[in-house]
């Protein structure tokens, strides 16, 4: 339930169809697993987001028909990603379609590959945001992206895919640093990815496909 008294975030989480998502995790968890673990991994982030105390909605930009009922049976609002023009553009399709409704809204992009997010590590991430215009955290590898904000009246500029710590610094966004938040960072590509986030302790739908797979 949302408690923020300013009246919450609104997150954008973009998602590839299944079939193309994570091809970088084929190896570790085989063709017929990967997307699997891709749905199962935006399904732990999704509800976790939805569990924070200062998210008010959550738009999941994606055009998979399977992905789409389940997230918006967890409670995710469903945003078509009619740019089909990749992630940054679909980022920015989803903040303006949420603002088109809500146009002061503060939004923020959310990776959807976040097994092991924590609803009150995401709280902190977002009372700092609060505080500055624009901001983002980078990932556990200190080269790429999983969060990235923007307050009202501000455009989100997504510039997320590689090296997008450098971008996001450099087109003025304020970088959060904060001890104690490595589930919002621990975003999952590879095999190694995986096994961080299980360490840190995945949500259930994650857990069960890979505990299924191992047993």
Do not use: Y
Request: proline share 6%; glycine share 8%; hydrophobic share 50%.
């Amino acid at each position: 339930m949302n408690t923020d008294p300013d009246g919450g975030w609104s997150l954008v989480v973009p998602l590839k169809p299944l079939a193309r998502a994570k091809s970088r995790l084929a190896a570790a968890a085989g063709a017929r697993l990967r997307p699997r673990l891709a749905l199962a991994f935006a399904q732990d982030t999704v509800a976790a987001a939805l569990e924070c105390p200062r998210v008010r909605d959550v738009a999941v930009v994606t055009d998979d028909q399977e992905a789409a009922a389940v997230l918006a049976a967890l409670g995710a609002r469903i945003v078509p990603d009619s740019p089909a023009a990749g992630l940054n553009a679909a980022l920015a399709h989803g903040a303006r379609t949420l603002r088109e409704e809500r146009a002061r809204a503060r939004v923020a992009a959310l990776n959807a590959d976040l097994p092991a997010l924590r609803p009150a590590e995401l709280a902190r991430v977002l009372q700092e945001a609060g505080k500055f215009p624009r901001t983002f955290l980078a990932d556990a590898a200190e080269i790429g992206t999983t969060f990235l904000s923007a307050g009202p009246g501000v455009e989100l500029s997504p510039a997320f895919g590689g090296a997008s710590r450098r971008r996001h610094l450099s087109s003025g966004a304020v970088e959060i640093r904060l001890a104690g938040v490595d589930s919002v960072r621990r975003d999952v590509d590879t095999g190694e990815d995986l096994a961080a986030a299980l360490a840190l302790g995945v949500g259930p739908r994650t857990a069960a496909h890979w505990d299924h797979a191992a047993g």
